[in-house]
């Protein structure tokens, strides 16, 4: 067992960035090697069998973590999730086959037919999972992820080299979640005992089911709903197409912000113990969510099509234009990255659904009015829905937390002019070295801009200051 907290700390940290990397090179390797279509129909297929996955196991799940591996509610919880996971694997075998009557021609509704079996075996790592969580086995877990993920990405890109098509890719996941759970179960020491489950932990579950499923219902549905409208409006390219985008400005905007997360709580833990002025630390923790995350998003907006049409080919010359509009939304959104942990410190966790209810409900509508022009389109009803979030959002901050717009827009301005810096010294680069390799040019622009963008960062000492705050709290 792995005794050493920051060890194990660091562990966890480089387990959730490692998996995001895996998943990122995955989709790169699969659209470099599969067709428009081909990729197009995974992202349709994905989207449907996803979208209803983990509604079952959100209430077990909890109850494991919170009962700290009480054998009852461990017991109970493996059998509801399991039992869930079954009527789910049903639902999703005939939204299989309704899914013959608008791609008669395409094989998703065999893709969706195969996905759909993963559902028992996703439980059982979620209750693996739970189970190490409510031990603090954090770093058997992280390890076991690693392990997970880095076996798909081998697998499926050699079954992908051999010319095995999407269906690589579907042998990929089972790997990773059909092996996964037995793996997890192993790990965690879980021996199932009839015995032990009883009515009264099945009612506690439900209760936190209940109050959790609006919420992940809400995630799900705004997280796939623009591959399926894209998918029935206009065929699986441009679902693929939007897919990868989004894909390509979440892993850098978690790889980023996800190591912060837990020092954002932490922080705002001990000012709320202290009863110390939680308004001042969350506009600190916001100006250095500007101060870090706008540069690397803004250099994604202006050099993302290059990168993409040169790791994926030039049939993806489109996706350029969706992550420039994609990255520009991430980068107005960033005060949404950090309004969980304020709104869970101050006791104001329970207004998050009916929020982010408000904002699905315009995203989603959205993505109806724009996707009949394509992804471009959707991506920029996307941009106007995340200044729209912001607002809705700054009003519950202020009301709650008393966290002032005018605060942390002044980093805005620091991070904003770096940024800039560093996209023009990217673009004077391409323009001057049109004779050297590509894919030189493009490795070069992009690292130097970043190089530049943090060095001016760093250089103003109230954004060093600030930045070497939240850095001291994982010490």
């Known amino acids: 067992m792995i005794q050493n907290r920051n060890f194990v700390a660091l562990l966890v940290v480089f387990s959730r960035a490692w998996g995001q990397l895996c998943g990122g090179a995955l989709l790169f390797v699969a659209g470099r090697l599969l067709t428009l279509d081909e990729f197009g129909a995974f992202a349709v297929a994905s989207a449907l069998s996803m979208m209803f996955s983990q509604w079952v196991g959100v209430g077990a799940y909890e109850r494991i973590i919170s009962s700290h591996n009480d054998d009852r509610a461990v017991q109970t919880s493996f059998i509801v999730s399991s039992a869930g996971s079954i009527a789910l694997v049903i639902i999703t075998i005939i939204i299989s086959q309704l899914a013959r009557l608008s791609f008669s021609e395409s094989n998703i509704p065999t893709l969706v037919l195969l996905l759909a079996f993963l559902g028992l075996?996703?439980?059982?790592?979620?209750?693996?999972?739970?189970?190490?969580?409510?031990?603090?086995?954090?770093?058997?877990?992280?390890?076991?992820?690693?392990?997970?993920?880095?076996?798909?990405?081998?697998?499926?890109?050699?079954?992908?080299?051999?010319?095995?098509?999407?269906?690589?890719?579907?042998?990929?996941?089972?790997?990773?979640?059909?092996?996964?759970?037995?793996?997890?179960?192993a790990a965690s020491g879980f021996r199932y005992n009839q015995r032990l489950v009883v009515r009264d932990e099945i009612a506690t579950i439900y209760k936190?089911?209940?109050?959790?499923?609006?919420?992940?219902?809400?995630?799900?549905?705004?997280?796939?709903?623009?591959?399926?409208?894209?998918?029935?409006?206009?065929?699986?390219?441009?679902?693929?197409?939007?897919?990868?985008?989004?894909?390509?400005?979440?892993?850098?905007?978690?790889?980023?912000?996800?190591?912060?997360?837990?020092?954002?709580?932490?922080?705002?833990?001990?000012?709320?113990?202290?009863?110390?002025?939680?308004?001042?630390?969350?506009?600190?923790?916001?100006?250095?969510?500007?101060?870090?995350?706008?540069?690397?998003?803004?250099?994604?907006?202006?050099?993302?099509?290059?990168?993409?049409?040169?790791?994926?080919?030039?049939?993806?010359?489109?996706?350029?234009?969706?992550?420039?509009?994609?990255?520009?939304?991430?980068?107005?959104?960033?005060?949404?990255?950090?309004?969980?942990?304020?709104?869970?410190?101050?006791?104001?966790?329970?207004?998050?659904?009916?929020?982010?209810?408000?904002?699905?409900?315009?995203?989603?509508?959205?993505?109806?009015?724009?996707a009949y022009y394509g992804p471009i389109a959707v991506a920029v009803s996307q941009l106007v829905v995340a200044i729209i979030s912001v607002i809705i959002f700054q009003k519950a901050l202020y009301k709650y937390a008393h966290v002032r717009l005018g605060a942390y827009l002044s980093n805005i301005e620091w991070a904003a002019a770096s940024a800039v810096f560093a996209v023009v010294l990217g673009l004077a680069i391409n323009k001057q070295s049109l004779v050297v390799n590509r894919y030189v040019v493009c490795l070069l622009e992009t690292g130097l801009s970043v190089m530049a963008y943090f060095l001016i960062l760093l250089l103003k000492k109230n954004c060093r200051s600030k930045i070497f705050k939240l850095a001291q709290l994982a010490t």
């Open 121 to 185: 075996p996703s439980s059982w790592r979620s209750t693996g999972e739970a189970i190490l969580i409510g031990g603090h086995r954090l770093g058997v877990l992280a390890l076991c992820s690693v392990i997970l993920d880095t076996t798909a990405l081998v697998v499926s890109c050699v079954l992908l080299l051999l010319d095995k098509g999407v269906y690589s890719l579907i042998i990929g996941r089972y790997f990773q979640f059909g092996f996964g759970g037995i793996l997890l179960l």
């Open 208 to 370: 936190l089911w209940r109050s959790m499923i609006a919420d992940r219902i809400l995630i799900y549905f705004q997280n796939y709903s623009a591959d399926l409208l894209l998918g029935f409006m206009l065929g699986p390219a441009s679902a693929g197409i939007y897919r990868i985008s989004v894909r390509m400005v979440q892993l850098l905007s978690s790889l980023v912000s996800e190591p912060l997360r837990p020092l954002c709580w932490k922080m705002l833990s001990r000012k709320f113990e202290k009863k110390e002025d939680l308004a001042t630390s969350s506009e600190e923790i916001i100006g250095a969510y500007f101060m870090i995350l706008t540069g690397p998003l803004c250099v994604l907006a202006f050099f993302g099509g290059d990168v993409a049409q040169i790791i994926l080919g030039p049939a993806w010359s489109e996706v350029g234009t969706v992550v420039f509009f994609l990255s520009l939304a991430s980068v107005v959104t960033i005060p949404v990255l950090v309004s969980e942990p304020i709104l869970g410190v101050t006791g104001a966790i329970s207004s998050l659904p009916v929020i982010r209810g408000k904002i699905v409900l315009l995203s989603v509508g959205a993505m109806v009015a724009s």
